[in-house]
């Protein structure tokens, strides 16, 4: 599902030869549930924007589901990404004046073509309720819990049926008991056979995934399955 040879990473603001990435090989194959960590800094969101086609400015290849990301346009970037890539953030990226539906039907007006916007409503109202918020279609983003709130933006990435979903410390504003809840939910989905990429400083986060990756300073110093 993913594959990355050599990548490196040069900010332009950085100084020169500072590396936020500095020659990644990395493997994830279809279905896997793996856990990306490592401190502050060490290059864990460069890395998931990079293989999320959100930074297109790397050396190296990377590769999504057979597709070799350098070779789509700027705007066939965008679209691959939009239909095949959910991604799921800390802060919910949620807009307050939508409701819940109207939250997880949005990508549908980024899409070109099919499919249509009817589609994407009813599409959203099967999300939320796969996520059990049937309840809540017409609630918007301020009246609703935190966990709740996640569970709207991941019913969005969930839109399109991507194969691929990544997250970035995505029970990082949560409560404890409300994280595992979250994490349950990328358990279920990853058993429904997404695969699933969690940045996380979370221990209980990286050890329900069956692989944890290292980083530390633009590298990968372990790759395991969790204990
Ligand atoms: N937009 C940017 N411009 C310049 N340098 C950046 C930029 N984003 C990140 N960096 C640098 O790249 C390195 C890796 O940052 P990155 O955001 O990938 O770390 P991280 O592992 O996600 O950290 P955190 O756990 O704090 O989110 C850091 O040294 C950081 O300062
Ligand atoms: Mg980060």
Redesign the pocket.
């Known amino acids: 599902m993913i594959r990355l040879s050599a990548v490196k990473k040069h900010?332009r603001?950085?100084a020169k030869g500072e590396l936020?990435l500095r020659g990644v090989d990395l493997h994830i194959g279809e279905g896997e549930m793996v856990a990306i960590v490592?401190t502050?800094?060490?290059?864990?969101?460069?890395?998931l924007n990079i293989i999320g086609g959100l930074d297109r400015n790397y050396q190296g290849k990377v590769e999504v589901d057979g597709q070799d990301l350098a070779k789509l346009s700027d705007r066939a970037m965008s679209d691959f990404r939009n239909r095949r890539i959910g991604f799921v953030f800390q802060h919910f990226s949620l807009l307050d004046h939508m409701t819940a539906a109207e939250n997880v039907s949005l990508p549908a007006t980024f899409v070109r073509g099919k499919p249509p916007v009817e589609n994407a409503r009813a599409r959203a109202v099967e999300s939320l309720t796969t996520l059990g918020l049937s309840d809540k279609l017409g609630e918007h983003p301020n009246n609703l819990s935190g966990g709740q709130k996640q569970r709207v933006a991941i019913a969005r990435a969930l839109l399109f049926r991507p194969k691929l979903l990544l997250c970035d410390e995505p029970t990082g504003s949560l409560d404890s008991t409300t994280g595992a809840q979250i994490i349950d939910t990328f358990r279920a989905l990853n058993a429904e056979g997404y695969t699933v990429v969690i940045?996380t400083?979370e221990a209980r986060v990286s050890e329900a995934a069956r692989r944890i990756v290292r980083?530390e300073d633009g590298r990968i110093v372990d790759d395991g399955r969790a204990a």
């Not at 502050?40 to 460069?46: I, P, R, V």
Request: overall charge positive.
């Open positions: 900010y603001s950085s936020a490592g502050s800094g060490s290059g864990k969101t460069t890395l940045i400083h980083i």
